[in-house]
């Protein structure tokens, strides 16, 4: 496994073992390994229908698995109960769609977690809530709600509502898919700030101009296994497997290394 320096000297905060899944017949995670270090920037890309969603949501449970195991800073992921809800606390997470809730406004969302789940008081939820929305560029946007936002906006919004939990881990799950290209960039660019921060980050994405600039490591899924994984330069000017190798064919050569 190719780590980058800088993470290798620090602790693990991911740790996959041996994980598998299925849904149905369908084998969708075949034994992934995979560890990824604090301040470490993990992108996990590849085709279609190659697990990258399913391995992003059984970190923090949302997809039970089969077998092996998945540890988060050191601990076991709970099945269910208070053990597990106390962990995905540490897990923040930025899905496809963006999952605000529509009849509360831009504040509320975000301080809503901090308030019901850590028992931050009122005042604190809102004066972090409105460093967190200025940190993502939408501060003047507090009292509207969420459909009067594009949908760059209510997905920086849906950001500052996963750092307003101060996790220790931010899963992406496609976060720009859902977009019009225009609003792509401000959200990409977003993630990159985080990303220069520090924060521990495991990234599903099709965008590869992100995975090589943002990254120290990309992940490349075919068939649910991790077939290749390497540092974003290694990976785009020098990938070892021919499946990597077609797929960065068809995507490059269609633009997709553009951001």
């Known amino acids: 496994m190719t780590v980058p320096n800088s993470a290798a000297a620090t602790e693990p905060v991911v740790e996959i073992d041996h994980v598998d ?14 560890t990824v270090h604090r301040g ?16 992003c949501r059984a970190i923090n449970r949302l997809e039970p698995v089969d077998s092996g195991e998945i540890r988060l800073e050191g601990q076991r992921l709970p099945a269910e109960g208070k053990g ?6 540490e897990v923040g ?12 406004t831009v504040r509320d969302n975000v301080t809503l977690g901090p308030i019901k789940v850590k028992g931050v008081s009122k005042s604190e939820a809102d004066t972090r809530a409105l460093q967190l929305l200025e940190r993502v560029g939408v501060a003047n946007q507090a009292d509207k ?22 996790p220790t881990v931010m899963l992406f799950d496609e976060p ?22 520090g924060m521990t980050m495991v990234v599903v994405t099709h965008e590869m101009g992100f995975a090589r600039t943002a990254g ?17 330069d290694q990976f785009f000017d020098h990938p070892q497997s021919d499946r990597a190798k077609d797929f960065l064919g068809k995507i490059l050569h269609h633009g997709g290394d553009k951001r």
């Open 145 to 166: 709600y969420p459909a009067q936002l594009s949908g760059g906006q209510q997905q920086r919004v849906a950001i500052a509502r996963a750092l307003a939990m101060e």
């Open 176 to 197: 720009t898919s859902a977009l019009d290209p225009e609003m792509i960039s401000e959200v990409l660019d977003t993630m990159v700030d985080l990303a220069k921060g």
């Open 84 to 89: 597990l809800a106390r962990l995905r606390a």
């Open 21 to 34: 899944k299925h849904f149905g017949d369908l084998h969708v995670l075949r034994d992934i390994d995979l």
């Open 216 to 232: 120290d490591r990309v992940v490349f899924m075919a068939d649910g296994e991790i077939v290749e994984e390497n540092t974003p």
């Open 93 to 104: 997470m930025v899905f496809q769609s963006f999952n605000l809730f529509a009849h509360k």
């Open 40 to 55: 470490e920037v993990v992108v996990v890309i590849g085709p279609s229908g190659s697990g990258k969603s399913t391995l």
